[in-house]
């Protein structure tokens, strides 16, 4: 199962969702993503494992809260397809994939595409929201628990199969 948590802006929650997903149902044994729109230096695109647990960064919280492996994927504008064949060779040898990411949507269908607005809307959100998203959450809903009743729903029908 391929589970996407975008959002309409930064600091909206997002990474917390995850961190919740992931703690909430470790049988799923996670690979954790983070996709930036962002990269420095002379590098079109670079895909690191976070390699330790941590409260410092967004991978770091991922694997803390118990996500088997965490990567982030850093694609500068327009480079995203680029690293998409690297992306989807990980992905491969997971069952359960969890990416926070709005622009990963353009490239792969997600079987859950999770949307927490804000007050921020970044230009790119609604492009995405618009054509993706089956399910949108609003801040005040991951409180709610309604996202993790959506993954726990997906993840016994994908048993089912």
């Given at each position: ?137 609003t801040a005040a809903d991951c409180a709610s628990g309604e996202p993790l009743r959506l993954v726990r729903e997906r993840l016994s029908r994908q048993a089912e199969k």
């Amino acid at each position: 199962m391929i589970v996407v948590v975008g959002g309409s802006g930064r600091k909206v929650g997002k990474s917390s969702l995850i961190e919740s997903l992931i703690r909430a149902l470790p049988e799923a044994r996670w690979l954790a993503v983070k996709v930036s729109g962002h990269v420095h230096g002379a590098d079109q695109w670079k895909l690191e494992r976070h390699p330790t647990p941590d409260a410092e960064t967004d991978t770091g919280r991922f694997l803390a809260a118990g996500a088997r492996e965490a990567w982030w994927l850093r694609a500068g504008e327009g480079h995203l397809a680029a690293a998409a064949p690297e992306l989807q060779a990980l992905m491969a040898g997971f069952e359960n994939v969890i990416i926070e990411s709005n622009s990963i949507v353009g490239l792969l269908r997600p079987d859950l595409y999770l949307f927490v607005a804000g007050d921020e809307w970044k230009e790119s959100a609604g492009r995405w929201l618009e054509s993706a998203g089956p399910v949108i959450v609003t801040a005040a809903d991951c409180a709610s628990g309604e996202p993790l009743r959506l993954v726990r729903e997906r993840l016994s029908r994908q048993a089912e199969k």
